[in-house]
């Protein structure tokens, strides 16, 4: 698969897809987590860590987090089923800047947010609306920012408003 379909891969309305992968050792499971963290996705408990690196297989979701569990799991999951050497081995690795890899994870994290912002603001939107899992970093970004971020409790749902 060229790094075109795998770039297509988070190309939904919320920028992810849900995908599952196998994973054959420690090793690759660190790889694997480290190329979706640079795609965006993570933990929802432990943000961009690499965990779990004994699980047989990791997913992902539509809302851009990370789940984990067993081969009987996998093989019964509808997810894409994606080639897992093939994916970690396509596209760009992260460059070195001096900075540690999860603050370059991050800050790729931060600037996809920035970008839906920028977007939606061009649009003359006042808000922006997310369902699903936000990193605490990216929210703790934009508040610092002076922006406003607002979540429904009991629900996935929060509100980025800038005006």
């Excluded at 540690?100 to 939606?120: F, M, P």
């Amino acid at each position: 698969m060229s790094e075109n379909n795998f770039t297509s891969m988070k190309s939904t309305e919320g920028g992810f897809k849900n995908m599952k992968f196998r994973v054959s050792s420690p090793e690759q499971s660190e790889a694997l987590q480290m190329k979706l963290f640079e795609m965006g996705y993570s933990w929802v408990a432990s943000g961009i860590n690499i965990k779990y690196t004994d699980a047989e297989a990791i997913f992902t979701e539509d809302t851009g987090s990370l789940t984990h569990d067993n081969l009987f799991v996998f093989k019964a999951s509808p997810y894409t089923e994606m080639n897992t050497e093939e994916f970690i081995n396509s596209g760009q690795p992260v460059k070195e800047t001096g900075m540690t890899l999860r603050e370059q994870l991050q800050q790729k994290v931060i600037a996809a947010w920035e970008k839906k912002v920028s977007d939606a603001a061009d649009n003359g939107d006042d808000h922006l609306d997310f369902t699903g899992y936000v990193p605490l970093f990216v929210v703790s970004h934009f508040r610092d920012a002076g922006l406003t971020w607002t979540e429904t409790l009991g629900s996935k749902n929060s509100t980025l408003w800038w005006k």
